[in-house]
């Protein structure tokens, strides 16, 4: 406790950032030092689960004395360790859980153990300091494609997800085929900007009448086969048109459904969560429909979106505030559904 704040710690290490974040009182960023390893991974074209292991290992230490000197405290004035127990890389998470236990211990702190995608969800409380539960919302990050329903500070229901691949796996795996390189979310966004959107019909899958589930492996498939028959007729290939043409298909499906569960819900909020919702193009479709449904869009700004430690600090904040608990045999764990995240 400092200035009479209620600080936390906490740590996030589920794919390739060493992050650590000090917050006061849940929601007031005092500290948020991310290490990426993606300069790394960009020489592999992707995460290599135990490179990443091994650099968190190495990082993680640092990152915390840096946390700490940022936000002008010590391991005295923090009251609660968060870290993210899953799902994510095992080898990677581990560091984390690890190094969050063996503080709590040294320190005589709490620790409470957080759903990583809970922790994407509360980058907008943090984001917006007025926005309270329950609303609607769009999760789409590098393993995650779902709509869901917010119903308090630690219970989601999902209305809706990915029979396949999550949004950003198909733009990350749409990237290494056009050639744009790791990570490839960022690279189609801005490529997308010069191309034409109409160029190439990609088709729009939208599943049954009301569903809420996705599914881009087809459309990941067509944009492979539309490159193959290019390269086998000769023809040049304009990727900014394809990734244009991509971006549109993907958004086309997943916008009409997430505003179309925001109505159907009627909280009136619209709230967009993971990596995917710093992509300029779902921002601006977002904004336009939703402005013309009356239903306020909720974006935390892209350093909130991708993976980081503030976000994981607030998720476990709420949950320690509710009255829960984790023990010093919290374990990693690479599975773990966001249907039972509590
Ligand atoms: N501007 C963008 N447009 C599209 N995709 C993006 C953009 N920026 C990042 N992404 C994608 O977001 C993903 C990274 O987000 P995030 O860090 O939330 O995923 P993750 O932590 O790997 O997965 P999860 O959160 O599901 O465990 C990558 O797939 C990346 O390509
Ligand atoms: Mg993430």
């Keep these: 406790m400092k200035n009479n704040k209620f600080l936390t710690m906490a740590f996030e290490s589920s794919c390739d950032e060493t992050a650590i974040a000090i917050l006061a009182d849940g929601r007031e960023v005092l500290s948020n030092v991310i290490s990426s390893q993606i300069d790394i991974f960009k020489n592999y074209g992707g995460v290599v689960p135990e490179i990443a292991a091994r650099h968190h290992l190495e990082n993680i230490n640092e990152v915390v004395d840096e946390a700490l000197k940022k936000a002008d405290v ?204 710093s992509n300029s193009a779902l921002r601006a479709i977002l904004k336009k429909k939703c402005d013309e449904e009356q239903i306020k869009l909720y974006v935390p700004s892209p350093i909130l979106c991708t993976d980081n430690g503030a976000m994981i600090g607030c998720a476990g904040y709420y949950k320690y505030k509710e009255g829960q608990r984790s023990g010093l045999d919290m374990d990693a764990h690479a599975n773990m559904p966001l249907s039972k995240a509590k």
């Design 74 to 277: 010590t391991m005295e004035d923090i009251d609660l360790i968060a870290v993210t127990e899953g799902p994510g890389l095992v080898g990677a998470l581990l560091i984390g859980v690890a190094t969050a236990k063996a503080v709590a211990f040294a320190c005589d702190k709490p620790i409470i153990g957080v759903h990583h995608i809970m922790g994407h969800v509360a980058a907008n409380y943090i984001e917006f300091p007025q926005l309270e539960p329950p609303f609607t919302a769009l999760i789409a990050s590098g393993g995650h494609t779902n709509i869901a329903e917010v119903k308090n500070y630690t219970e989601v229901e999902i209305i809706g997800g990915t029979r396949d691949d999550a949004i950003g796996e198909a733009y990350d795996k749409v990237a290494r085929v056009l050639g744009l390189g790791y990570p490839g979310g960022p690279k189609i966004d801005k490529i997308a900007k010069e191309g034409n959107p109409d160029a190439i019909h990609f088709k729009r899958v939208f599943l049954e009448k009301d569903s809420m589930d996705f599914s881009f492996s087809g459309l990941k498939t067509a944009v492979l086969n539309h490159l193959n028959i290019a390269k086998q007729k000769g023809e040049e290939i304009n990727r900014a048109d394809v990734a244009a043409s991509f971006q549109q298909a993907v958004m086309d499906v997943v916008t009409e459904k997430a505003v179309q569960a925001a109505k159907e819900m009627g909280h009136g909020k619209l709230v967009l969560a993971g990596g995917v919702a």
